[in-house]
């Protein structure tokens, strides 16, 4: 089972419209980061936000995370064509030694965007 | 500014061969990682190097090894290949100076084995 599940799964909105993905874990983390992956493409991070923290924003990006609940939102406002991906959160646990701390991805959110 | 670099971009391999995937981080990047994606897959964690040594290892097989050299960079080596291995396989590499603990990950290796 994956440390990270996405919901949904695949979301389709209008352009101009919100799109929110949500992502849930199991473990406690250092922190929460949401990546950006273009069809068969590189991963590109996007926003990360630590343990203590409970909301943060990055231009159209909000993220909230609720370590209570374990679980992270990703709200994308005034979305576009161009924000078309899947969108993958992924929680940074502390590796065996100490000094690599992994990701752990979810499923992915695909989101389409429609003009 | 310098990204993490991978080679080859495509690799096509038939069933029983060996492969070799190169990586190379960010300069001053202390940690590498290694993941495999397959089609409509999440990336799934291989394995990582911190300072050269191996920090954690996730779902790797024992054909698949991989090491980090004095220069930092990494290379995955994988044998005896079978239909199952066709996937993405990424790089990506980290610093534990980096202030957001970032990752920066490689555009990938696409892996075919027919």
């Known amino acids: 089972s994956q440390q990270g599940e996405e919901d949904p799964q695949a979301l389709s909105i209008q352009e101009g419209e919100n799109a929110t993905m949500n992502c849930s874990y199991k473990?406690?983390?250092?922190?929460l980061q949401w990546y950006r992956q273009n069809s068969g493409r590189g991963l590109v991070h996007l926003i990360l936000i630590r343990s203590n923290e409970r909301e943060k924003h990055s231009g159209r990006l909000r993220v909230t995370l609720d370590t209570s609940k374990k679980s992270s939102s990703l709200l994308i406002t005034a979305s576009r064509a161009a924000d078309t991906a899947s969108y993958f959160c992924?929680?940074?646990?502390?590796?065996?030694?100490?000094?690599?701390?992994?990701?752990?991805f979810g499923t992915g959110t695909q989101l389409k965007v429609e003009l | 500014a310098a990204g993490v670099i991978q080679s080859p971009r495509h690799l096509i391999k038939e069933k029983r061969e060996t492969a070799t995937l190169k990586c190379y981080p960010i300069?001053?990047?202390?940690?590498v990682y290694w993941y495999q994606q397959g089609p409509g897959q999440d990336p799934q964690f291989l394995i990582s190097?911190?300072?050269?040594?191996?920090?954690d290892k996730g779902s790797i097989p024992d054909r698949f090894s991989a090491q980090q050299f004095s220069d930092y960079h990494s290379e995955l080596n994988m044998s005896s290949l079978e239909l199952g291995d066709s996937a993405l396989y990424f790089c990506?590499?980290?610093?534990?100076?980096?202030?957001?603990?970032?990752?920066?990950f490689g555009s990938g290796t696409r892996l075919t084995v027919v």
């Open positions: 990506a590499s980290s610093s534990r100076d980096s202030p957001n603990y970032g990752y920066t």
């Open positions: 300069p001053r990047h202390d940690t």
């Open positions: 992924a929680t940074v646990t502390k590796g065996l030694t100490g000094g690599g701390n992994k990701l752990t």
């Open positions: 190097f911190y300072e050269k040594m191996q920090s």
């Open positions: 473990t406690s983390i250092n922190n």
